[in-house]
């Protein structure tokens, strides 16, 4: 028998907002942007002297100018972009040769010292370079909203998310100096983002077509997905597919890992992702081998500036490579230079790998450990104009209002994880046990059988698992629980020494759970008690972040000492 079946197309996220909504979400951003550039830049120019690692990475960007090799345990990228900031900044002119750091071997086999040779930048454009890392700085809490919205968060949710990260006093302090966290931020979430961006629009088009009317007792299951297509991201038409998405997003993270090794961790959600059965193995594999080709060509980059026989000179000098290792490329004159480029490279992976992993001997004194950071302990002063105790001082310190709700946010998450997981469990074991205790007639049992493919279409089509929880709440808390977790667990088995800025990826997963948290909870108040909610959040971020806001600037506290 002929049946007219009819097709309804559910109206699920991302929906299409109201003009009027777009433009205040526009507003919002706009203006985190604005103020959080603003803040970013204030001051930009004190103290004129190399804070921390600026000495480093000033250094390094000179040494890719001038052509000098140099040994790093950082890959290129972010000293090859405040390389191209100072070639702009000082113009045609040849660059001096400042070098505000010595690299000389220690003592003790195996070890390096690493002595500041100059104690101001003097006539160094060190401002052009700071500014640099404020506008990537600036851009986080954007692509942190753009990220909070792709893995299910609404629109307070991310808003919200964009808001904590902009108001965050460690983040601000870092990314007004010559660092690389900054860059390697940006880089990693837009990775994410664009990466569950489709995997979102994926999913929500195979939950979109339900069956509304025909027989129910012969319901077919819902029809399968239709092929998800995208714009491309170098133009209009055409279309990019799931595969080419992942593609791209492997190219931003190859860029991350450019910039820091440890931008390693934002692999792990994806894998965890994988690991729980919601996507392709073939996507993640694109993803890996895509972000790990763009860091061996930004490796090779190097040899547009030193020579490889000049980088294991360097090597050779400081005891990293025994002498004999440079003679290895010679003995093939014909493809000497092929060979040195890839064993220099191989090499610089090696270091950079190595210098997380091999143990450092003497702790660094401003180490400090995991567990620290998640009371936001381990912090530590950049610089002090005197040894006064009251001397103004810039320090590394967190909002810790921010990193309180922060780690609330997280226990809150990892508890719902553990309840849904036991859930699940006695579900599986109760419907096995329900699946052999039965014993009906045949008619009823096909009776059964046909209401099957009825409650099937029905639960996937409102998008619930099998204990009604809602199957986008469990992909959200799936991607930034795990996140956070996979981003802290590294620093659990590294042995080298370890600072209070490499919590900020795992802190910018508990920010998007924070957010997406306070969103939730404040979704079951009435509209009036939500606004109030909201606005107290709000106001308690702000008042932690103006109670360290001196030790961003190094001015005195308004309040006293």
């Given at each position: 028998?002929?049946?007219?079946?009819?097709?309804?197309?559910?109206?699920?996220?991302?929906?299409?907002?109201?003009?009027?909504?777009?433009?205040w979400v526009t507003i919002a951003l706009t203006l985190i942007f604005l103020v959080g550039l603003g803040l970013h830049l204030w001051?930009?120019?004190?103290?004129?002297?190399?804070?921390?690692?600026?000495?480093?990475?000033?250094?390094?960007?000179?040494?890719?100018?001038?052509?000098?090799?140099h040994l790093e345990i950082h890959p290129p990228l972010g000293k090859l972009i405040y390389a191209a900031v100072l070639r702009g900044a000082w113009g045609s002119a040849d660059i001096p040769g400042w070098q505000f750091l010595e690299v000389r071997p220690s003592a003790d086999p195996g070890r390096l010292t690493f002595a500041r040779t100059a104690d101001s930048f003097g006539?160094?454009?060190?401002?052009?370079?700071?500014?640099?890392?404020?506008?990537?700085?600036?851009?986080?809490p954007l692509v942190i909203y753009w990220f909070a919205r792709t893995v299910g968060a609404g629109q307070i949710g991310s808003?919200?998310?964009?808001?904590?990260?902009?108001?965050?006093?460690?983040?601000?302090?870092?990314?007004?100096?010559?660092?690389?966290?900054?860059?390697?931020?940006?880089?990693?979430?837009?990775?994410?983002?664009?990466?569950?961006?489709?995997?979102?629009?994926?999913?929500?088009?195979?939950?979109s077509v339900i069956p509304v009317s025909g027989s129910e007792s012969n319901l077919p299951s819902p029809p399968p997905a239709p092929r998800l297509r995208r714009a491309s991201l170098l133009g209009k038409g055409g279309g990019a597919e799931l595969g080419s998405s992942a593609l791209l997003a492997g190219i931003l993270w190859g860029l991350a890992l450019g910039v820091k090794i440890t931008a390693v961790v934002f692999l792990g959600p994806i894998l965890l992702f994988w690991a729980a059965g919601r996507q392709s193995g073939r996507r993640?594999?694109?993803?890996?081998?895509?972000?790990?080709?763009?860091?061996?060509?930004?490796?090779?980059?190097?040899?547009?500036?030193?020579?490889?026989?000049?980088?294991?000179?360097?090597?050779?000098?400081?005891?990293?490579?025994?002498?004999?290792?440079?003679?290895?490329?010679?003995?093939?004159?014909?493809?000497?230079?092929?060979?040195?480029?890839?064993?220099?490279?191989?090499?610089?992976?090696?270091?950079?790998?190595?210098?997380?992993?091999?143990?450092?001997?003497?702790?660094?004194?401003?180490n400090s450990r995991w567990y620290e950071w998640l009371v936001g302990r381990g912090g530590f002063n950049l610089y002090q104009a005197s040894t006064a105790p009251d001397s103004p001082r810039i320090a590394l310190q967190g909002n810790l209002v921010l990193w309180y709700g922060a780690l609330l946010a997280v226990l809150i998450a990892l508890a719902a994880g553990l309840r849904n997981a036991i859930v699940r469990l006695h579900k599986e074991i109760d419907s096995r046990t329900m699946g052999i205790a039965i014993c009906a007639p045949s008619s009823t049992?096909?009776?059964?059988?046909?209401?099957?493919?009825?409650?099937?279409?029905?639960?996937?089509?409102?998008?619930?698992?099998?204990?009604g929880v809602p199957e986008r709440y469990n992909r959200t808390l799936i991607i930034l629980l795990g996140g956070y977790l996979a981003s802290l667990a590294p620093f659990l088995v590294v042995t080298r020494s370890t600072f209070f800025y490499h919590y900020f990826?795992?802190?910018?997963?508990?920010?998007?759970?924070?957010?997406?948290?306070?969103?939730?909870?404040?979704?079951?108040?009435?509209?009036?008690?939500?606004?109030?909610?909201?606005?107290?959040?709000?106001?308690?971020?702000?008042?932690?972040?103006?109670?360290?806001?001196?030790?961003?600037?190094?001015?005195?506290?308004?309040?006293?000492?």
């Amino acid at each position: 028998m002929n049946e007219n079946r009819e097709l309804r197309i559910e109206n699920l996220e991302p929906r299409i907002k109201p003009a009027g909504r777009r433009f205040w979400v526009t507003i919002a951003l706009t203006l985190i942007f604005l103020v959080g550039l603003g803040l970013h830049l204030w001051r930009i120019s004190y103290p004129p002297i190399p804070v921390f690692d600026e000495a480093h990475f000033a250094t390094y960007a000179v040494d890719y100018l001038i052509g000098q090799a140099h040994l790093e345990i950082h890959p290129p990228l972010g000293k090859l972009i405040y390389a191209a900031v100072l070639r702009g900044a000082w113009g045609s002119a040849d660059i001096p040769g400042w070098q505000f750091l010595e690299v000389r071997p220690s003592a003790d086999p195996g070890r390096l010292t690493f002595a500041r040779t100059a104690d101001s930048f003097g006539d160094f454009p060190y401002v052009p370079l700071r500014a640099t890392a404020a506008v990537w700085g600036a851009l986080l809490p954007l692509v942190i909203y753009w990220f909070a919205r792709t893995v299910g968060a609404g629109q307070i949710g991310s808003l919200l998310s964009a808001l904590f990260v902009m108001l965050d006093n460690a983040f601000l302090t870092d990314q007004r100096f010559i660092f690389l966290n900054g860059m390697f931020l940006v880089l990693g979430f837009a990775a994410l983002a664009w990466y569950f961006r489709a995997q979102t629009l994926s999913y929500e088009v195979s939950h979109s077509v339900i069956p509304v009317s025909g027989s129910e007792s012969n319901l077919p299951s819902p029809p399968p997905a239709p092929r998800l297509r995208r714009a491309s991201l170098l133009g209009k038409g055409g279309g990019a597919e799931l595969g080419s998405s992942a593609l791209l997003a492997g190219i931003l993270w190859g860029l991350a890992l450019g910039v820091k090794i440890t931008a390693v961790v934002f692999l792990g959600p994806i894998l965890l992702f994988w690991a729980a059965g919601r996507q392709s193995g073939r996507r993640v594999l694109a993803f890996g081998l895509a972000g790990l080709t763009v860091l061996v060509i930004l490796y090779a980059l190097n040899q547009f500036f030193f020579s490889p026989q000049d980088q294991l000179n360097v090597w050779s000098t400081l005891g990293v490579l025994p002498d004999s290792a440079l003679h290895i490329p010679a003995r093939w004159h014909a493809i000497q230079n092929g060979i040195a480029s890839a064993f220099v490279v191989l090499m610089e992976l090696l270091v950079s790998v190595g210098g997380y992993v091999t143990p450092d001997g003497a702790r660094h004194v401003l180490n400090s450990r995991w567990y620290e950071w998640l009371v936001g302990r381990g912090g530590f002063n950049l610089y002090q104009a005197s040894t006064a105790p009251d001397s103004p001082r810039i320090a590394l310190q967190g909002n810790l209002v921010l990193w309180y709700g922060a780690l609330l946010a997280v226990l809150i998450a990892l508890a719902a994880g553990l309840r849904n997981a036991i859930v699940r469990l006695h579900k599986e074991i109760d419907s096995r046990t329900m699946g052999i205790a039965i014993c009906a007639p045949s008619s009823t049992r096909g009776q059964i059988g046909n209401l099957r493919p009825l409650r099937r279409s029905v639960s996937e089509a409102s998008g619930n698992d099998k204990r009604g929880v809602p199957e986008r709440y469990n992909r959200t808390l799936i991607i930034l629980l795990g996140g956070y977790l996979a981003s802290l667990a590294p620093f659990l088995v590294v042995t080298r020494s370890t600072f209070f800025y490499h919590y900020f990826p795992a802190l910018c997963f508990a920010f998007v759970l924070l957010g997406w948290s306070i969103e939730r909870l404040s979704a079951t108040l009435s509209p009036g008690r939500r606004v109030w909610f909201i606005a107290l959040t709000v106001l308690a971020v702000v008042t932690g972040f103006l109670l360290r806001i001196h030790l961003v600037y190094g001015v005195k506290p308004i309040w006293g000492s």
